[in-house]
């Protein structure tokens, strides 16, 4: 290494440096002409020039360069969600539903995210883009979710809110309440097929009276429908009586 270095010193940066460059590329123009030059030059202790001894000793041993250039990749560590999905910067990816709690390791890389478990590769998607989003495999999911697949966050508002206001409300509270907006789907879409056998209007109402009892999840529309409650009109709270007690202090006494 000391004597490639001292080669380059003397035959090649000793002869530029008194010579002015005005851009990059011109002075590695300069340096490969001379690097050639040296490459040429037959030494007296070889008798062949650097060159030659390369043709003929390294170059026949080399292996052709790979088809793809190398990528850099970083691997991490990662537990999949119940929702059988794994975190990397901020997106999620799914995996096999059967390795769902299981830890894995994520290799990521500027394109891709590859998913391994006990060093096999499970899974493989493009990088995707967006906060907080889902990027799902139909064949990652249990064939009870695969029902749901063309089904969206927004596609589900956009249906509710045709309904009514108090539906889309519901609706929204529901998917805001999951720590992932996927997890609320089966109850969401399951309330708004209520409406094709008891009608939007009453799914209307019964969303309204779920709304006032704190309800989020599908099964307590389904009862109110069931049970005629959106039917009813909600009892309201009355002012009863005045109290009338000696211990009772009344406005003039504070004056």
Not at 41 to 46: A, I, Y
Request: hydrophobic share 35%; proline share 5%.
């Amino acid at each position: 290494m000391e004597v490639g270095v001292q080669v380059v010193e003397r035959w090649i940066l000793a002869r530029l440096r008194n010579r002015r460059f005005f851009s990059l590329a011109e002075l590695n123009q300069a340096i490969h002409e001379l690097l050639e030059e040296v490459n040429r030059r037959v030494t007296k202790h070889l008798g062949a020039s650097r060159r030659q001894l390369f043709e003929a000793l390294d170059q026949p041993a080399l292996k052709p360069l790979p088809g793809q250039a190398y990528q850099y990749a970083e691997w991490k560590q990662r537990r999949a969600g119940l929702d059988y999905h794994v975190e990397v910067a901020k997106h999620y990816y799914s995996v096999p539903h059967a390795l769902a709690k299981q830890k894995l390791w994520a290799r990521i890389t500027e394109r891709t995210v590859e998913i391994f478990h006990k060093g096999k590769r499970v899974a493989a998607h493009m990088r995707g883009s967006g906060s907080r989003h889902h990027t799902t495999v139909a064949e990652h999911m249990p064939s009870s979710h695969r029902r749901y697949a063309n089904w969206t966050p927004d596609r589900i508002r956009r249906d509710a809110a045709a309904n009514g206001p108090n539906t889309e409300i519901l609706i929204d509270v529901i998917l805001r309440s999951r720590p992932h907006p996927e997890q609320g789907f089966r109850s969401c879409i399951g309330i708004l097929r209520l409406a094709k056998t008891h009608g939007g209007e009453r799914l209307e109402a019964a969303c309204e009276r779920a709304l006032e009892i704190g309800a989020r999840s599908y099964s307590p529309v389904a009862s109110i429908l069931k049970n005629n409650l959106d039917r009813r009109t909600p009892r309201r709270a009355t002012d009863g009586p005045a109290i009338d007690h000696p211990n009772i202090r009344g406005p003039q006494y504070f004056h």
